[in-house]
């Protein structure tokens, strides 16, 4: 599977008007933030054959791992998003590339 396959599967359906819906904002890291309920939305959306309880525990898992300050192999933080599909890891581990171009992350504030 390539990459921007993917980080296609992970990050859910592009979204060209994303800086205008209200459940996003950019972040300066390179990240599209998006509520948890947009996100896990989006997700199933772009994977019809997902469980919406299977995704909220995977992603619920992902953001206690992420408050906990749990750490990639390589030491970075964890990438929420990629991490409920993934298992740990940065973005960068994760999909390769070295910086996120407004992929989506859970605002955890």
């Known amino acids: 599977m390539s990459n921007l396959t993917r980080r296609s599967a992970i990050g859910g359906i592009p979204d060209q008007n994303a800086n205008r819906h209200s459940t996003m904002t950019q972040s300066k890291t390179g990240f599209t933030l ?3 309920d947009a996100y896990i939305d989006r997700f199933l959306k772009a994977n019809p054959s997902e469980r919406r309880d299977n ?3 995977r992603l619920d898992n992902a953001i ?13 933080q964890i990438w929420i998003v990629g991490s409920a599909v ?3 890891g940065c973005f960068t581990c994760i999909t390769g590339e ?3 171009d407004s ?3 859970i605002s955890t504030k």
């Open 98 to 100: 070295a910086s996120p």
């Open 55 to 57: 995704v909220v525990a």
């Open 34 to 36: 998006i509520s948890k």
């Open 86 to 88: 993934a298992g740990y």
């Open 64 to 76: 206690a791992a992420h408050k906990e300050v749990t750490r990639c192999s390589c030491g970075e």
């Open 103 to 105: 992929d989506y992350e």
